[in-house]
Protein backbone atom coordinates (compact mmCIF):
# COMPACT_ATOMS: atom_id res chain seq x y z
CA UNK A 1 0.00 0.00 0.00
CA UNK A 2 0.99 3.54 -0.84
CA UNK A 3 0.41 7.20 0.81
CA UNK A 4 1.13 10.80 0.69
CA UNK A 5 0.80 13.09 3.28
CA UNK A 6 1.34 16.98 2.51
CA UNK A 7 1.94 18.60 5.96
CA UNK A 8 0.68 22.07 5.01
CA UNK A 9 -2.83 22.46 3.28
CA UNK A 10 -2.13 26.21 2.75
CA UNK A 11 0.76 27.59 2.21
CA UNK A 12 0.70 31.96 2.22
CA UNK A 13 4.14 33.57 1.02
CA UNK A 14 5.37 37.24 -0.47
CA UNK A 15 6.24 37.59 -4.05
CA UNK A 16 10.54 37.14 -4.54
CA UNK A 17 10.80 35.05 -1.75
CA UNK A 18 11.05 31.12 -0.91
CA UNK A 19 8.80 28.23 -1.33
CA UNK A 20 8.34 25.33 0.89
CA UNK A 21 6.19 22.36 0.63
CA UNK A 22 6.13 19.52 2.33
CA UNK A 23 5.48 15.64 0.87
CA UNK A 24 6.13 12.71 3.03
CA UNK A 25 5.41 9.18 1.52
CA UNK A 26 5.16 5.57 2.40
CA UNK A 27 5.23 2.83 -0.42
CA UNK A 28 5.54 -0.83 -0.41
CA UNK A 29 8.19 -0.54 -3.01
CA UNK A 30 10.70 1.74 -5.07
CA UNK A 31 8.76 4.47 -5.46
CA UNK A 32 8.20 7.37 -8.30
CA UNK A 33 7.39 10.51 -6.90
CA UNK A 34 6.16 13.51 -8.92
CA UNK A 35 4.73 17.03 -7.76
CA UNK A 36 1.88 18.50 -10.09
CA UNK A 37 0.15 21.81 -10.34
CA UNK A 38 -3.50 22.70 -10.52
CA UNK A 39 -4.59 26.14 -11.61
CA UNK A 40 -8.11 27.00 -11.26
CA UNK A 41 -10.43 25.38 -13.19
CA UNK A 42 -7.55 23.28 -14.68
CA UNK A 43 -6.12 20.15 -15.52
CA UNK A 44 -2.93 18.88 -13.56
CA UNK A 45 0.61 19.83 -15.01
CA UNK A 46 3.70 17.98 -13.93
CA UNK A 47 6.13 19.90 -12.31
CA UNK A 48 8.83 17.29 -11.94
CA UNK A 49 9.62 13.62 -10.78
CA UNK A 50 11.65 11.59 -8.78
CA UNK A 51 12.42 7.64 -10.53
CA UNK A 52 15.94 6.50 -8.51
CA UNK A 53 18.38 8.70 -10.75
CA UNK A 54 19.51 11.91 -8.80
CA UNK A 55 17.74 12.58 -5.13
CA UNK A 56 18.00 16.48 -6.53
CA UNK A 57 15.13 16.69 -9.35
CA UNK A 58 15.29 20.28 -10.74
CA UNK A 59 11.39 21.18 -12.90
CA UNK A 60 9.64 23.86 -14.85
CA UNK A 61 8.96 27.28 -13.58
CA UNK A 62 11.85 26.91 -11.02
CA UNK A 63 11.12 24.52 -8.98
CA UNK A 64 12.96 21.55 -7.45
CA UNK A 65 12.27 18.62 -4.87
CA UNK A 66 14.80 16.75 -3.15
CA UNK A 67 13.90 12.85 -2.21
CA UNK A 68 15.16 11.83 1.20
CA UNK A 69 14.79 7.84 1.46
CA UNK A 70 15.98 8.15 5.11
CA UNK A 71 13.21 10.58 5.83
CA UNK A 72 10.56 9.36 3.32
CA UNK A 73 10.62 13.10 2.16
CA UNK A 74 9.87 14.85 -1.12
CA UNK A 75 9.67 18.51 -0.54
CA UNK A 76 8.95 21.04 -3.30
CA UNK A 77 10.95 24.07 -3.25
CA UNK A 78 11.30 27.54 -5.34
CA UNK A 79 13.78 30.35 -4.00
CA UNK A 80 11.32 32.85 -5.57
CA UNK A 81 7.68 33.02 -5.57
CA UNK A 82 6.00 34.63 -8.16
CA UNK A 83 2.69 35.35 -8.51
CA UNK A 84 1.79 32.82 -10.92
CA UNK A 85 2.92 30.44 -8.48
CA UNK A 86 -0.79 30.89 -7.01
CA UNK A 87 -2.46 27.13 -7.44
CA UNK A 88 -2.93 24.18 -5.78
CA UNK A 89 0.14 21.60 -5.48
CA UNK A 90 -0.16 17.72 -5.41
CA UNK A 91 2.62 14.99 -3.76
CA UNK A 92 2.01 11.71 -5.60
CA UNK A 93 3.13 8.40 -5.34
CA UNK A 94 3.58 6.00 -7.74
CA UNK A 95 4.03 2.25 -6.72
CA UNK A 96 5.85 0.82 -9.15
CA UNK A 97 5.40 -3.06 -8.37
CA UNK A 98 4.46 -4.96 -11.14
CA UNK A 99 0.80 -5.65 -9.62
CA UNK A 100 0.31 -2.16 -8.84
CA UNK A 101 -0.51 -1.03 -12.47
CA UNK A 102 1.38 2.37 -11.72
CA UNK A 103 -1.20 4.04 -10.50
CA UNK A 104 -1.03 7.48 -8.64
CA UNK A 105 -1.77 8.30 -5.61
CA UNK A 106 -2.51 11.66 -4.41
CA UNK A 107 -2.05 13.66 -1.43
CA UNK A 108 -4.52 15.79 -0.12
CA UNK A 109 -2.98 19.12 -1.71
CA UNK A 110 -1.46 22.13 -0.62
CA UNK A 111 -2.68 25.95 -1.43
CA UNK A 112 -0.31 28.22 -2.39
CA UNK A 113 -1.22 31.84 -1.97
CA UNK A 114 0.70 34.53 -3.19
CA UNK A 115 0.94 38.14 -1.91
CA UNK A 116 2.28 41.27 -3.44
CA UNK B 1 -3.18 19.02 -30.25
CA UNK B 2 -1.45 15.52 -28.68
CA UNK B 3 -2.84 15.90 -25.05
CA UNK B 4 -5.80 13.78 -23.54
CA UNK B 5 -8.63 15.15 -24.74
CA UNK B 6 -11.67 14.51 -22.54
CA UNK B 7 -15.97 15.61 -22.98
CA UNK B 8 -17.47 17.21 -22.26
CA UNK B 9 -15.80 19.39 -20.11
CA UNK B 10 -18.90 20.43 -18.12
CA UNK B 11 -21.93 18.60 -17.69
CA UNK B 12 -25.02 19.37 -15.72
CA UNK B 13 -27.84 16.78 -15.08
CA UNK B 14 -30.88 16.16 -13.05
CA UNK B 15 -30.75 13.71 -9.66
CA UNK B 16 -31.40 9.84 -11.58
CA UNK B 17 -30.45 10.52 -15.08
CA UNK B 18 -27.57 8.69 -16.97
CA UNK B 19 -24.01 10.82 -18.10
CA UNK B 20 -21.23 9.57 -19.92
CA UNK B 21 -17.69 10.89 -20.53
CA UNK B 22 -15.27 9.92 -23.03
CA UNK B 23 -11.61 10.31 -22.93
CA UNK B 24 -9.23 10.18 -25.75
CA UNK B 25 -5.53 9.35 -24.40
CA UNK B 26 -1.99 10.35 -26.41
CA UNK B 27 -1.63 7.72 -29.01
CA UNK B 28 0.58 4.66 -28.18
CA UNK B 29 -0.21 4.79 -24.46
CA UNK B 30 -2.11 2.27 -23.88
CA UNK B 31 -2.17 2.61 -20.19
CA UNK B 32 -5.77 4.78 -19.18
CA UNK B 33 -6.33 5.93 -15.84
CA UNK B 34 -9.94 7.51 -14.24
CA UNK B 35 -9.68 9.49 -11.27
CA UNK B 36 -12.29 11.76 -9.33
CA UNK B 37 -11.88 14.42 -7.44
CA UNK B 38 -14.06 16.36 -5.72
CA UNK B 39 -13.76 20.16 -4.28
CA UNK B 40 -10.91 20.74 -1.53
CA UNK B 41 -9.43 17.19 -2.00
CA UNK B 42 -6.51 15.43 -4.17
CA UNK B 43 -8.26 13.40 -7.06
CA UNK B 44 -9.23 9.73 -6.38
CA UNK B 45 -8.37 6.48 -8.62
CA UNK B 46 -11.18 4.77 -9.78
CA UNK B 47 -10.03 2.41 -12.33
CA UNK B 48 -7.58 1.51 -15.05
CA UNK B 49 -7.55 -0.03 -18.18
CA UNK B 50 -4.40 -1.75 -20.14
CA UNK B 51 -5.24 -1.68 -23.62
CA UNK B 52 -8.92 -3.16 -24.01
CA UNK B 53 -8.38 -4.72 -20.31
CA UNK B 54 -9.99 -3.34 -17.44
CA UNK B 55 -7.44 -4.44 -14.96
CA UNK B 56 -8.53 -2.48 -11.69
CA UNK B 57 -11.34 -0.72 -10.17
CA UNK B 58 -11.96 1.45 -6.73
CA UNK B 59 -14.74 0.56 -4.48
CA UNK B 60 -15.34 3.98 -4.32
CA UNK B 61 -16.76 2.84 -8.27
CA UNK B 62 -20.07 1.71 -7.20
CA UNK B 63 -22.46 -0.61 -9.48
CA UNK B 64 -23.52 2.88 -10.68
CA UNK B 65 -20.41 3.22 -12.69
CA UNK B 66 -19.23 1.63 -15.66
CA UNK B 67 -16.14 1.93 -17.28
CA UNK B 68 -15.32 0.83 -20.83
CA UNK B 69 -12.29 1.05 -23.50
CA UNK B 70 -13.61 -0.88 -26.28
CA UNK B 71 -11.09 -0.98 -28.85
CA UNK B 72 -7.85 -0.03 -26.63
CA UNK B 73 -8.02 3.35 -27.49
CA UNK B 74 -10.98 5.87 -25.90
CA UNK B 75 -12.46 5.13 -23.16
CA UNK B 76 -15.87 6.24 -21.50
CA UNK B 77 -17.07 6.41 -18.11
CA UNK B 78 -20.72 5.94 -17.62
CA UNK B 79 -22.79 6.90 -14.31
CA UNK B 80 -26.19 5.58 -13.83
CA UNK B 81 -28.62 7.32 -11.87
CA UNK B 82 -26.79 9.83 -10.92
CA UNK B 83 -26.71 11.51 -7.00
CA UNK B 84 -25.66 14.77 -6.08
CA UNK B 85 -23.14 12.94 -4.40
CA UNK B 86 -21.71 12.24 -8.08
CA UNK B 87 -20.66 16.21 -8.26
CA UNK B 88 -16.81 15.95 -9.15
CA UNK B 89 -14.70 16.36 -11.73
CA UNK B 90 -13.89 13.53 -13.43
CA UNK B 91 -10.10 13.40 -14.88
CA UNK B 92 -8.80 10.87 -17.26
CA UNK B 93 -4.96 10.10 -17.57
CA UNK B 94 -2.99 8.26 -20.03
CA UNK B 95 0.96 6.57 -20.17
CA UNK B 96 3.09 4.38 -21.69
CA UNK B 97 3.94 1.11 -19.03
CA UNK B 98 7.29 0.94 -17.14
CA UNK B 99 8.42 2.33 -13.91
CA UNK B 100 8.47 5.71 -13.78
CA UNK B 101 6.61 6.83 -17.14
CA UNK B 102 4.61 10.13 -16.36
CA UNK B 103 1.15 10.23 -16.45
CA UNK B 104 -0.19 13.01 -18.36
CA UNK B 105 -3.84 13.92 -17.42
CA UNK B 106 -6.48 15.92 -19.28
CA UNK B 107 -8.40 18.76 -18.25
CA UNK B 108 -11.31 17.22 -16.40
CA UNK B 109 -14.83 16.49 -17.05
CA UNK B 110 -16.76 18.51 -14.49
CA UNK B 111 -20.53 17.22 -13.15
CA UNK B 112 -22.97 18.62 -11.65
CA UNK B 113 -25.91 17.02 -10.53
CA UNK B 114 -28.94 18.91 -9.38
Known amino acids: AQSVTQLDSHVSVSEGTPVLLRCNYSSSYSPSLFWYVQHPNKGLQLLLKYTSAATLVKGINGFEAEFKKSETSFHLTKPSAHMSDAAEYFC??????????????FGGGTRVLVKP | DTGVSQNPRHKITKRGQNVTFRCDPISEHNRLYWYRQTLGQGPEFLTYFQNEAQLEKSRLLSDRFSAERPKGSFSTLEIQRTEQGDSAMYLC????????????FGEGSWLTVV
Open chain 1, 92 to 105: VVSDDGKAAGNKLT
Open chain 2, 93 to 104: ASRRPGAGNTIY
